[in-house]
T-cell receptor, first 114, second 113 residues
Framework: DVKVTQSSRYLVKRTGEKVFLECVQD?????MFWYRQDPGLGLRLIYF???????EKGDIPEGYSVSREKKERFSLILESASTNQTSMYLC?????????????FGQGTRLTVV | RKEVEQDPGPFNVPEGATVAFNCTYS??????FFWYRQDCRKEPKLLMS???SGNEDGRFTAQLNRASQYISLLIRDSKLSDSATYLC??????????????FGKGTKLSVKP
């Protein structure tokens, strides 16, 4: 079974802190994604990466950056956390970069910025 | 127009009922279509892919109408365990072969005894 693991289930950070959310997948997938999920807004794509060191902006990249130094690891960085970034963050991976194959999700990180 | 639109529900149905969810998408170039299921406080998981000819998996039937850009999911003989949020998902192509998945906001189903 594919496993996508996010480093934390729950995080509480202060406004202005730099926050790292880590995601690791174990199935040699090409594509990795970061979404946030908010009530009434659904899942919104922040960034995705279709190869090592490659990244593409999603729908809401402002205030975020990403890093993919190794194929299995995709990190989401909040350079200076703000309260409007309080959300559920979901990492996903898929076999290839076409968007035609199943995406497997991690269990999510619930981030609270105070 | 939003890229993937769904009726948010909630749909409250008794056990054994048949329930149908609909979804429309705006990108006529989309080529892949899925239904995902998300249980409360859990991550989304693939329920089934949707093929042009329509496809069935047990009590679940998915249909695609490319001309109308419309996708449906039919659940027959609803079980309590079907209670979840159902997400309509469409692939979105960028330049070349790269693409990603666009999620609808989901339709919440609650099956009552």
């Amino acid at each position: 079974d594919v496993k996508v693991t996010q480093s934390s289930r729950y995080l509480v950070k202060r406004t202005g802190e730099k926050v790292f959310l880590e995601c690791v997948q174990d199935m040699d997938h090409e594509n990795m994604f970061w979404y946030r999920q908010d009530p009434g807004l659904g899942l919104r794509l922040i960034y995705f990466s279709y190869d090592v060191k490659m990244k593409e902006k999603g729908d809401i990249p402002e205030g975020y950056s990403v890093s993919r130094e190794k194929k299995e690891r995709f990190s989401l960085i909040l350079e200076s956390a703000s309260t409007n970034q309080t959300s559920m963050y979901l990492c996903a991976s898929s076999l290839d970069g076409t968007g035609t194959t199943e995406a497997f999700f991690g269990q999510g990180t619930r981030l609270t910025v105070v | 127009r939003k890229e993937v639109e769904q009726d948010p529900g909630p749909f409250n149905v008794p056990e054994g009922a048949t329930v149908a969810f609909n979804c429309t998408y705006s990108n006529s170039a989309s080529q892949s279509f899925f239904w995902y299921r998300q249980d409360c406080r859990k991550e989304p998981k693939l329920l089934m892919s949707v093929y042009s000819s329509g496809n069935e998996d047990g009590r679940f039937t998915a249909q695609l109408n490319r001309a109308s850009q419309y996708i449906s999911l039919l659940i027959r003989d609803s079980k309590l365990s079907d209670s979840a949020t159902y997400l309509c998902v469409v692939n979105n192509r960028y330049g070349g072969s790269q693409g990603n998945l666009i999620f609808g906001k989901g339709t919440k189903l609650s099956v009552k005894p």
